[in-house]
């Protein structure tokens, strides 16, 4: 009976550790602009569009509000799921720091209501140039 606790234990813990989901995403950048700060540094804001597939079966399209001041990337996203559902999100990375950064899905509406999650998302590609883009990511909700 101990050895059956501790297993079940063990796998619970286990469990734990472990993602709740992963996905991954193409996206597109779209109206892109850039002014000069007075401290010579560049401001881009551009919006960024989107696919996503994730490991729990969802796809979704979704658009986001994308900052860049100093190194660091800041915006606001919105996704649309096959359902209909929404998710809303933000998006951090400091670009100095190479290419890992966070998505936080603060809410949504249908399975995503009073739902928020915290990823980890790695980019794979970016090409500046013709303005495309993927990653991948490790969520926990």
């Known amino acids: 009976m101990k050895f059956f606790l501790i297993t079940i234990f063990t796998v619970l813990i286990a469990n734990i ?3 709740d989901y992963d996905f991954e995403n193409v996206y597109r950048f779209d109206n892109i602009d850039m002014v000069k700060n007075n401290d010579g540094s560049n401001i881009v804001n551009m919006t960024v569009n989107g696919f996503t597939k994730d490991s729990n079966g969802n796809s979704s399209t979704s658009k986001c509000i994308i900052s860049l001041r100093n190194g660091v990337v800041k915006g606001n996203c919105v996704g649309t799921d096959q359902d209909g559902d929404i998710e809303y999100s933000t998006v951090e990375r400091d670009l100095t ?3 890992i950064g966070k998505i936080m899905r603060t809410g949504g509406t249908g399975k995503y209501t009073n739902k928020t999650s915290t990823c ?3 980019v794979i590609l970016t090409d500046f140039k013709i303005g495309v883009g993927y990653l991948t990511a490790t969520c926990k909700e």
């Open 17 to 19: 550790s472990v993602a």
């Open 97 to 99: 720091k190479g290419n």
């Open 120 to 122: 980890e998302y790695t």
